[in-house]
């Protein structure tokens, strides 16, 4: 019985590591989630924000992945895509093949599309991606903001520049924000997220730890990257600041996910 108990403990074994590398990198799920908007901040009623993060396009996960995963998000139809970074894995050689497939959705919101840089897309190349995107329509916002909204409102987006290979500079992302307005921080590493509040973020979007990718019963994610180890994943809070950090699309070293599946993030402001 030892014999076959080891057996068949080995082959099952082999089929969780079968679908972690092999299955899970390639089912993404769509995520909702409501944000109460503070009193007083008049944006566009109900106004839908779709966020995508750590797309890691190169030698694991292909443009078409991404397609996948951004058609699950497009079905919703948002009115404005924001991007947290790490769009890239590997070699600059991706870079085309990464901005060509969020440049295709770039226009397809009402309000357009904004991005962030993280520390892979600084790594293979930040001031050739940065071109590649804005080609493509896609706004990166580097320490500065963006106003977005129509006669019904308006909201404004803070892009603060990768921590660990940018150079991060929150006041000046900010310092385009009108006095008294609340703003959305775009950040790519979500454990710094204490440093936009006295800004007057109302809420932080980020990445970057993938949700840890390998997520264990009970103990959560056995690891996270340097920047993502406090707000590992979904919905927390930051000096009472709400703070989201997406699962990512993409994977990293090593390609495998564990219960924790890919994500495309669907947020209401209400």
Known sequence: MGALAAAGAAVAAAGVGRRARHEAPYRPTLERLEIPVPAGLETPPRLR??????????????PA????????????EPDLLLFGGDYVSESPRHIPDAAAVLGNVACATK????????????????????????????????????????ETGELWIAGIDDVLLGSPDVPSAFAGVPPDVRAIALWHEPDFAERVVRFGAFLQLSGH????????????????????????????????????????????RPPVRFRCPPEVTLLTLI
């Not at 992945?65 to 919703?76: E, F, P, S, V």
């Not at 103990?219 to 990257?225: D, H, K, M, S």
């Open 49 to 62: 924000i779709g966020f995508i993060a750590d797309t890691h396009v190169g030698s694991v996960l292909r």
């Open 209 to 252: 730890s993938h949700g840890g990718q390998v997520r264990l019963p009970v103990a959560g994610a056995i690891a996270a990257p340097e920047g993502g180890r406090r707000f590992v994943a979904g919905l927390n809070f930051a000096a009472g600041m709400p703070i989201y950090t997406t699962r990512g699309v993409g994977v990293y």
């Open 111 to 150: 309000f357009g599309s904004f991005a962030v840089l993280g520390n892979h897309d600084y790594a293979n190349g930040a001031g050739r991606l940065t071109a590649a995107l804005e080609k493509r329509s896609v706004q990166v916002l580097r320490n500065e903001s963006a106003r977005v909204g129509d």
């Open 65 to 76: 992945d991404i397609d996948r995963a951004l058609a699950l998000l497009l079905a919703m």
